[in-house]
């Protein structure tokens, strides 16, 4: 009787083990339970789903600190949490990394819910590329959406929209979120367009050229150091000299993602400076408003 008691025992709880080992090994490793699991393509958008998503929301980005959109490539290990986020927010302008990538990493995940970012926003054609590819109509956007306080409004309500969808019961919560947030982008756009009205030489020149949004918001001109995603030529670096000595160009404006030496070269020529300013900093308004000051103080 008990050596038959003690195997019925041993096979229940061998039973109970197979049934458990599924549930076990099917639990979320990179997001805590409670969570939504939220990936992101950049790290400003980070400050955005955090702002709309408070406590709620675990946020992991794509591209780290340092690396450039255009050219980065995910690791295994994002690909891993990838496959356990409930949702994922894409930039959606046609930022490279997403052009590449986004479809391969929503193959791992067939659950995910997808938000495009960029939905509403008018998007910028992209500077003539050389027509010697046929097939790029696609990608034919200036992707840098989100250095506009004007467009990050329309990420973030892009944001809560994604979150109301997949945690109806807190619509709430995220609406209030977003509307304090974007009251602030609100009051920061407010500032710039106030400040910008004052300056008399609207010609900025940028290496790489990821302002022309900020540029359509305060009716500025980008000039760019690259021509056509490429580092200039002997004879286009000449006729950047000329054109920022005509626009009577003070400052160059470089990220520290880009190689800034014909930039350098280019201050030079014009005995002008050159200026740091990060596109990508996780901090997002923060950041702006500090990008926004330099500018001041170089324009005017
Ligand atoms: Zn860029």
Redo the contacts with the bound molecule.
């Keep these: 009787m008990i050596t038959s008691r003690k195997f019925r025992f041993v096979v229940f709880a061998l039973v109970l083990l197979t049934c458990m080992f599924p549930f076990a090994s099917c639990q979320k490793q990179n997001f805590s339970d409670d969570a939504i699991g939220a990936v992101v393509t950049i790290l400003p958008q980070v400050e955005f789903v955090e702002a709309v998503g408070g406590e709620k929301v675990a946020v992991s980005v794509m591209i780290p600190p340092g690396a450039?959109?255009?050219t980065y490539e995910p690791t295994p290990s994002q690909m891993t949490a990838l496959a356990e986020a409930d949702i994922y927010f894409s930039v959606g302008s046609g930022v490279e990394f997403e052009i590449s990538w986004l479809d391969k990493l929503l193959g791992i995940n067939r659950q995910i819910i997808l938000i495009d970012c960029s939905e509403g926003i008018e998007l910028i054609e992209a500077e003539a590329h050389d027509h010697e590819e046929e097939d790029h109509e696609a990608d034919s956007h200036d992707?840098?959406i989100w250095l506009s306080p004007v467009n990050a409004q329309v990420m973030v309500a892009n944001i809560c929209d994604g979150l109301v969808q997949l945690d109806p019961d807190n619509r709430e919560y995220y609406q209030q979120n977003r509307d304090s947030y974007i009251e602030k982008l609100q009051a920061m756009h407010q500032d710039f367009s106030d400040g910008f009205s004052t300056v008399e030489n609207r010609v900025f020149m940028m290496q790489?050229p990821?302002m022309s949004y900020f540029a359509r918001d305060y009716a500025l001109i980008q000039l760019s150091v690259e021509q056509e995603g490429k580092e200039p030529t002997p004879a286009g670096m000449a006729s950047l000299i000329e054109q920022a000595k005509e626009a009577g160009v003070r400052v160059i404006f470089v990220s520290p993602q880009f190689n800034q030496d014909n930039a350098d070269t280019i201050a030079r020529e014009i005995d002008g400076a050159v200026e740091y300013i990060d596109?990508l900093a996780r901090d997002y308004a923060d950041n702006m408003r500090g990008i926004f000051e330099i500018m001041m103080e170089a324009m005017n």
Excluded: I, L
């Design positions: 450039s959109p255009h992707p840098h790489h990821s596109g």
